[in-house]
């Protein structure tokens, strides 16, 4: 599948669509646009006039394979913080969380326990009226107690918040939960939501790396994120790097990069590049594949740059100078 991102007025990024793709590249100013459209697309309102003199009136294009993708036949999640992660679990309109909740409006066991709310409502209707009339002789006064429905719960009684530990002995509001504690939640509510099967959900994460306080955290987190990815043709990723993943790389990565410069590149399949490393290579080649793809992932994001402004050790730098050719 190709994909096309329009990030200003008839200006696009198009590249081959894999279940997790990387935007690398020295053009951060094109990554920001990106990210930032597909902000605006979330929102799924109209654009104010001024957004369209940057967009177009007919508004912001996304494209896969010539169909149209929008807010409103696909779900987009951006998490350029861990803010972000945590506000997919407030009650918010667009939230996970809050999708969740809303697609088990009509279970069996939620239904029944809201009946049973309104019996109780109906008896205590029955008792006020009561009351009333015993004060009313003409019975003249009618007192009524509007009905619960699920919608109406979830708008006025519902609260969120989170225990910090495991004795559960005391409440935080969910804003203050770490994005270590959150992260596995999130792909159990996505999981589910997924397998309903109803609409995809693309979600664009920037530098992942700032995002965790531990690479162990990270690390668990990009694992859990292949696996979901793995097992549902429905997600698609787009994780954006401005400097060296501090989380593991491998060789079938290579062909889901998308290089941003002053132009845009996708990467071919890894031995591809190998090759044409090998062949463009000054000195004599030694390099493991761990060794290449790790300093692909080094070097890439300097590609394009003043080479003044570059710090790599010497033979990522003999990489770089590969990579600036090769490109």
């Known amino acids: 599948m190709e994909v096309q991102f329009e990030y200003s007025q008839n200006k696009f990024i198009q590249f081959e669509l894999h279940d997790i793709n990387f935007i690398v590249g020295p053009n951060s100013k094109r990554k920001k646009q990106l990210l930032r459209t597909i902000s605006l697309v979330k929102k799924r309102k109209s654009l104010s006039t001024l957004e369209q003199n940057y967009y177009n009136n007919d508004g912001i294009n996304i494209n896969c394979d010539d169909v149209a993708v929008n807010g409103r036949n696909t779900n987009f999640i951006v998490i350029s913080s861990a803010d972000d992660m945590i506000n997919e679990f407030v009650s918010s309109k667009d939230s996970l969380l809050s999708s969740f909740l809303n697609s088990i409006k009509d279970d069996f ?36 107690l509007n009905l619960l429905d699920y919608e109406s719960i979830l708008k006025k009684q519902l609260s969120i918040s989170y225990y910090p530990n495991e004795v559960n002995d005391i409440l935080f509001p969910v804003e203050f939960m ?47 994120l292949r696996q979901i990815t793995f097992k549902h043709e429905l997600l698609k990723v787009f994780i954006f790097l401005d400097d060296f993943p501090d989380f593991q790389m491998n060789s079938y990565d290579i062909e889901k990069t998308v290089y941003i410069g002053d132009f845009t590149e996708q990467f071919p399949e890894f031995d591809i590049m190998k090759r044409s490393v090998e062949l ?48």
Not at 127 to 141: M, S, T, Y
Request: aromatic share 10%; proline share 3%.
């Open 109 to 144: 066991d939620v239904q029944r326990e809201i009946t049973k709310l309104n019996d109780n409502l109906i008896r205590l209707e029955n008792i006020i009226q009561n009351k009333i009339n015993e004060l009313d002789d003409k019975n003249r006064l009618n007192l009524e």
């Open 178 to 224: 770490p994005i270590e504690s959150i992260s596995n939640l999130f792909f159990k509510i996505l999981n589910q939501k997924l397998l309903e099967k109803d609409t995809p959900y693309w979600i664009f994460i920037d530098n992942p790396s700032q995002l965790f306080s531990s690479n162990d955290a990270l690390n668990k987190f990009i694992i859990d």
């Open 280 to 327: 463009h290579y000054p000195t004599e080649y030694n390099l493991s594949d761990e060794d290449l793809i790790n300093g692909f992932y080094r070097a890439i994001n300097y590609v394009g740059k003043d080479i003044q402004n570059i710090y790599l050790s010497k033979k990522d730098m003999i990489l770089f100078s590969v990579l600036q050719e090769l490109l």
